[in-house]
């Protein structure tokens, strides 16, 4: 979409065949030719400026102009001041072959376009023709404007993602677009076949440079056009069109401003109606961390991304961390998704509270990622510390506080190996998702650590790795598939019970009150299971079977 049409500018006036005809020249104020105007009004009378409001091109024979100097002089400086675009004076009345000294001098003083005429005109003819582009240009700017509003209105009904209306006004508009938060901070861009770098590296640097007047405005030296993005007296970003600097003559807005104003009004209010759904910074940085984990974007461009978005990953020491909170009721759908994203939030504060510099937005239904950028002077175990204390404190105070809306619960923080690049940060987002699912099935308190490496969980670390496995897979089904058909048939929890007495070390007493069941009771339900799963639970390589077989199957499910 081509800019909206703009009013014509005295240097298209005087193109006109009707103007050329009366062979113009300009004698003074001819760097102000590209002034808009927005009519033309003949009068002959001296104090003419006080029936005007700007924009207008005074067309007059300079018959009752004053004579003296400084009558010349006040004539033209009321002129200028009232915004009028220029001065034609036609010869052959008053002036034949040159005009004033004194009103040439005072209009190149002022900046006022001044023409002679030296070819009698029908004046009435050069109203007809300017005034006809003046109406055509206001009807195009009409039609234009209501398609603009057209396509936002839908946006907004539509519930628009912040991006997809930042795509249409670049599209609309033919050139960049950049949301920002108040720290200058990229939250979505489109660069409108631009090169990624050009536009965002050193973002903040740059945008921190341009602070245009009023609500909107435009910045002639970078060429930027920024409006402030929010409602109710709140601003919380702005909304930037990153054009090539053009020259705008005083008083002419941009031609962009209304479109870039209904974007960020479309934005605004997407915002204070979408109010469950997980807020802008972590929608941004979710789709940085999915982009990691499938290779949807490059090194170079999550590098680039992220600097944008106030979080440098080059040359920094990378550490995946999963948070999964552990299973308790299966929440209904939209309580899950209010209880995950008030999970993302409490991380996003717990990293800001300890001062790290980190990506945190959800991994999928359950879990939230975050992968923390480390300078080379920050201990790793003290920063991993300290962010899980501040975690586990924000989580038992805003269940206390009744912030969150949900009953405390305790956190599985599970971290990757460190790595030294962009290029591997998928490696120690991956490691650390790994952790987290066998991590969530270990005995919660009493670990010394307050987070789970590799190392931690061990065995069902190992089994996590290997849950696709297809081998794993029928080892699972050889050792517990008769039972698992079993509890499927007859709606049993015989596998639970082979777990409760393979957990508590084979000890049938202490089985059967973690069960919650007489010890008769117990014991005859255990040789059901030594029947259906022909095993003598009394053989340690047996258990050690099934108990490796029920690890595995906690995997295999994850």
């Known amino acids: 979409m081509e800019g909206p049409p703009v009013l014509p500018t005295v240097a298209r006036v005087l193109d006109l065949d009707v103007m050329r005809r009366g062979l113009p020249e300009v004698v003074a104020g001819a760097q102000h030719l590209e002034r808009p105007v927005r009519w033309v009004h003949v009068s002959e009378l001296p104090d003419v400026a006080g029936m005007l409001q700007g924009g207008e091109l005074v067309l007059t024979t300079g018959i009752a102009l004053p004579e003296d100097r400084e009558g010349l002089a006040r004539y033209v400086r009321e002129l200028a001041e009232i915004g009028a675009a220029g001065l034609v004076v036609e010869f052959g009345r008053r002036y034949f072959d040159s005009l004033p000294r004194a009103l040439v001098h005072a209009a190149e003083q002022r900046g006022l376009p001044l023409i002679a005429l030296r070819r009698e005109l029908r004046f009435v003819a050069v109203t007809e023709a300017v005034h006809a582009l003046v109406v055509n240009a206001q009807l195009e700017q009409l039609r234009i404007s209501e398609a603009v509003h057209q396509v936002f209105n839908e946006l907004a009904v539509e519930g628009a993602e912040p ?105 605004a209010l997407n915002r204070l109606v979408v109010r469950d759904r997980e807020s802008l910074e972590r929608q941004t940085h979710r789709t940085l961390l999915s982009g990691i984990l499938t290779h949807a974007l490059t090194v170079s461009e999550v590098a680039l991304r992220a600097a944008a978005l106030g979080v440098p990953l080059d040359s920094r020491r990378l550490v995946g961390v999963v948070l999964r909170q552990r299973r308790g009721p299966i929440p209904a759908a939209l309580e899950a998704q209010a209880r995950l994203r008030d999970f993302t939030e409490l991380a996003a504060s717990a990293i800001r509270g300890c001062r790290l510099s980190a990506l945190v937005g959800a991994l999928d239904d359950e879990g939230v990622g975050v992968l923390i950028a480390l300078g080379s002077q920050q201990d790793e175990h003290s920063a991993l510390e300290g962010f899980a204390a501040a975690l586990r404190k924000l989580v038992a105070d805003g269940a206390r506080d009744g912030v969150t809306g949900h009953p405390v619960f305790e956190p599985v923080i599970a971290v990757g190996s ?66 698992l058909a079993h509890d499927a048939e007859h709606g049993g929890q015989l596998v639970q019970l082979l777990r409760v007495y393979l957990e508590q070390g084979r000890n049938k007493s202490a089985a059967a009150d973690a069960a919650h069941l007489s010890r008769p009771s117990f014991y005859d339900r255990l040789h059901k299971v030594e029947r259906i799963l022909a095993v003598d639970l009394d053989q340690v390589e047996s258990c050690l079977s099934l108990h490796v077989a029920l690890l595995a199957l906690d995997a295999v499910r994850r």
């Open 163 to 267: 991006a997809e209306v930042v795509r249409q006004v670049a599209r609309m508009a033919g050139a960049p677009v950049v949301l920002e938060n108040l720290a200058h901070q990229v939250l979505a861009h489109e660069t409108a076949g631009r090169r990624e770098t050009d536009l965002l590296e050193g973002w903040e640097r740059r945008s921190r440079g341009v602070r245009p007047p009023g609500r909107t405005g435009y910045d002639p030296r970078s060429g930027w056009l920024v409006t402030a993005v929010g409602a109710r007296g709140q601003d919380w970003g702005r909304l930037i069109l990153v054009d090539d600097p053009r020259p705008l003559p005083d008083g002419v807005p941009h031609p962009h401003a209304m479109l870039l104003e209904r974007g960020a009004a479309t934005l």
């Open 418 to 483: 460190s790595v030294g690049s962009v290029r591997d940060a998928r490696r120690t987002l991956l490691e650390a998702t790994q952790v987290a699912d066998a991590a969530l099935h270990d005995s919660p308190g009493g670990r010394a650590a307050s987070y789970y490496r590799l190392p931690d969980v061990r065995l069902r670390g190992l089994l996590h790795l290997l849950r696709d496995d297809a081998r794993l897979q029928t080892y699972v089904e050889r050792e517990l598939g008769p039972l």
